[in-house]
């Protein structure tokens, strides 16, 4: 069964310093796979998406993320954070084509001034 | 502009209550999907719906059911409400065509069953 590994439940960065989150995850077929950010208060948004071609992915927000087969990781980068970046990240893979997805548990971004 | 709606952002029920939660979308996505989000699990799938009146189940069905009569309409429901089912309930929608995937969520209900 597929599966999502976030190692990191906090993360504490100092604004303008680079930032990156971990995800493993464990999938038998090629995987589809997906960073989304929460916002206090809000729904998840989609930061960004992997399913195949270049390993490294661009998305919103100035963030990237860069697909590792032969790590089964996919984390997540930003090379100057803001404070407005505070959050909660969510790596997820997706199955059944990709119509569902599977969640890590999650990691909190908080950012120091 | 697309849109997840929940009827509700926070509610509060007893223990034994039938509780219905609701989620509109405004995208005419054919998928549309409940999760419970609870700190440490992340989002967890409930049940998966990929048309009206088609359902699946997903990771954690017990306890819950739901129904989508119309396509833009999908409502989960706590037969009988017990504390822990305390948790955040997040809908989304998305569309299979395009191969884009992206789900679309709501702003989420907070439920909180004494």
């Known amino acids: 069964a597929q599966s999502v590994t976030q190692p990191d439940i906090h993360i504490t960065v100092s604004e303008g310093a680079s930032l990156e989150l971990r995800c493993n995850y464990s999938y038998g077929a090629t995987p589809y796979l997906f960073w989304y950010v929460q916002s206090p208060g809000q729904g998840l948004q989609l930061l960004l998406k992997y399913f195949s071609g270049d390993t490294l992915v661009q998305g919103i927000k100035g963030f990237e993320a860069e697909f590792k087969r032969s790590q089964s990781s996919f984390n997540l980068r930003k090379p100057s954070v803001h404070w407005s970046d505070a959050a909660e990240y969510f790596c997820?893979?997706?199955?059944?084509?990709?119509?569902?997805?599977?969640f890590g548990g999650g990691t909190r971004l908080m950012v120091k001034p | 502009d697309v849109k997840v709606t929940q009827s509700s952002r926070y509610l509060v029920k007893r223990t034994g209550e039938k509780v219905f939660l609701e989620c509109v979308q405004d995208m005419d996505h054919e998928n549309m999907f409940w999760y419970r989000q609870d700190p440490g699990l992340g989002l967890r799938l409930i049940y998966f719906?990929?048309?009206?009146?088609?359902?699946e189940k997903g990771d954690i069905p017990e306890g819950y059911s739901v129904s989508r009569e119309k396509k833009e309409r999908f409502s989960l429901i706590l037969e009988s409400a017990s504390t822990n089912q305390t948790s955040m309930y997040l809908c989304?929608?998305?569309?299979?065509?395009?191969?884009?995937?992206?789900?679309?969520f709501g702003p989420g209900t907070r439920l909180t069953v004494t």
């Open positions: 989304a929608s998305s569309s299979p065509t395009g191969a884009t995937y992206e789900q679309y």
């Open positions: 997820a893979v997706g199955r059944n084509a990709g119509n569902m997805l599977t």
């Open positions: 719906s990929y048309d009206v009146k088609m359902k």
